[in-house]
């Protein structure tokens, strides 16, 4: 059989067309958009929340953007932040990481804002007016910086005062202290010392650094409450020491903590010889404490028969109320090549659906202002609900140094090294310092 000249040709125009329309649908397909049968992957690192915590929001966006796959990994507190920061330098780490509220003056040159808009979306993900209007007040202090936003919060955590219902009970004390008069007058109510002058009942943790959970954040909080400048208007010096009003605040704040574990004054309750607070408290040896709202559960693993409630913390100001925070974020790496995607994972997770899973997986105090009334009412995490709205925080360079410096300085007031007046000079001489370097290096 042969083929003759006609039907060769019929034949080659054929599969030049079917090339030429293969090639069409191949370039309109690339125009369209990404192939979602080339997945994406986004790593995410964080500290405290395992896997379990993450599960049903990364299973929730993913059904939502099938092409994005989400990968979480967990560090331990120690290593979190040496880990970040050594992946970083060397040009791989994380997509997505969470990063504490105090950390974004360290490490804002590792971080891609939020873009104000991304290919393919008709809408940003959010504005800074969003941020403003979803998101408590802290949060726009701690994540945003020229306008810009770093980092959005998971939660909002702030300190509270965790009190022994029993002991209350025995020395007759009804309500909680809701100011700071009311606490010394608890603290001296409740403080039993024996014939030597050695405590064996504690009315609260108060007064040392070293065996005092988070000893520095309460001492900070009474800080901001007392109206203590912690830095100059453009962070570029420590002023904690300083005067305000003519009134010497910084020095009200470390004598009227370290007090409480000054034994010639009738407030004595603690030393350094006492148990480690959280072991105290569990153990009834001190009345009250001070503590985040993560602690509740770690207690009740403890010592569920324990007989204790959570209060506000106490306030020197009716008018002005001010607590503590602490809390973590996620943000988007300089490093990620695919930051756009990593951007809408982040605002997924903060979102009201993604928060909603997080928060009840957690059992953490929100800090969208739209989530707050849902928590008000719980027994466990009301307080820390309502105290999220007037929660604060203050510029630090390196939180992890300042914390160091903090404590040296209630050490120094403790074991008379040092005048209380000197130790508060002394410690913001040594913030500075770290304040200059940073500086320089920028």
Excluded: C
């Excluded at 010394?184 to 039993?192: D, Q």
């Excluded at 370290?258 to 407030?267: E, G, H, R, W, Y």
């Excluded at 009250?288 to 993560?294: A, I, Q």
């Excluded at 203050?394 to 992890?400: K, M, P, R």
């Amino acid at each position: 059989m042969t083929i003759n000249n006609k039907t060769l040709l019929v034949i080659l125009i054929s599969g030049i067309s079917i090339l030429v329309f293969l090639t069409v649908i191949l370039i309109l397909r690339n125009v369209g958009g990404p192939d979602i049968s080339q997945k994406i992957t986004l790593e995410f690192w964080g500290v405290f929340d395992d896997r379990a915590d993450f599960d049903k929001v990364i299973r929730d966006f993913e059904a939502q953007n099938p092409n994005i796959n989400v990968i979480y990994r967990q560090f331990s507190f120690e290593d979190y932040e040496k880990e970040i920061i050594n992946a970083l330098a060397g040009g791989a780490g994380p997509d997505v990481w969470l990063l504490q509220n105090t950390w974004l003056p360290k490490h804002k040159d590792k971080l891609i804002p939020l873009p104000e808009s991304i290919p393919g979306m008709d809408q940003p993900l959010m504005t800074f007016k969003d941020f403003q209007s979803q998101f408590v007040e802290v949060a726009i202090d701690d994540l945003t910086s020229d306008g810009k936003i770093y980092a959005l919060p998971l939660y909002a955590d702030t300190l509270a005062l965790y009190y022994n219902r029993d002991l209350f009970n025995s020395a007759g004390i009804t309500l909680p202290p809701a100011n700071w008069e009311e606490f010394n007058s608890a603290v001296e109510r409740l403080t039993k010392l024996d014939v030597s002058g050695n405590i064996i009942q504690a009315g609260a943790a108060m007064g040392t650094s070293g065996n005092i959970n988070r000893s520095t954040d309460i001492l900070m909080a009474l800080m901001l409450q007392s109206g203590v400048r912690m830095t100059d208007l453009g962070n570029a010096s420590a002023t904690f020491s300083r005067s305000v009003d003519n009134t010497p605040v910084g020095e009200s704040s470390l004598r009227y903590y370290t007090d409480f574990a000054n034994p010639n004054i009738k407030t004595y309750t603690w030393n350094n010889s006492q148990h480690y607070s959280m072991d105290a408290f569990v153990e009834g040896r001190v009345a009250m404490m001070f503590n985040y709202s993560h602690q509740a559960e770690i207690l009740n693993q403890k010592a569920a028969r324990l007989n204790y409630a959570i209060a506000p913390m106490p306030q020197i100001s009716e008018t002005d109320t001010k607590t503590y925070a602490n809390y973590w974020a996620a943000a988007v790496s300089t490093k990620s090549t695919v930051s756009d995607e990593a951007w809408k994972f982040v605002s997924y997770l903060a979102s009201r659906e993604g928060a909603s899973s997080y928060l009840a997986q957690t059992m953490r105090p929100s800090a969208r202002r739209d989530m707050i009334d849902l928590q008000k009412n719980d027994l466990r995490l009301g307080v820390f609900a309502n105290q999220a709205l007037t929660a604060k925080s203050w510029y630090q360079i390196d939180n992890s140094a300042i914390e160091s410096i903090f404590a040296e300085m209630i050490g120094d007031v403790n074991f008379s090294r040092l005048s209380v007046r000197e130790a508060l000079q002394n410690a913001e001489s040594k913030v500075n310092i770290l304040m200059q370097r940073a500086n320089r290096s920028r």
